[in-house]
């Protein structure tokens, strides 16, 4: 199925869907592409099953460090 499906039958908005795919949440997903229809995702009907990820902040995993900053004394 397409993501746009997907979106529909999870309850979920297709932005939701897309970053879904993009951190491989959806098990067995594939980025398909052809010269004539360009790239689309193909879902398997069994990622309907899936345990919808968490809301909330990236895990450590997916964040990006953050950069330190140091001051000199006496400025």
Known sequence: MTATVFAEEMGVSYPTV??????KLVPGAELKQSPDRGKWWEIPEEALTMARPKPGPK?????????????????
């Open 18 to 23: 897309v970053r879904w795919l993009k951190r």
């Open 59 to 75: 895990t450590n995993a997916e964040a990006t460090p953050a950069k330190k900053t140091s001051k000199k004394a006496g400025n």
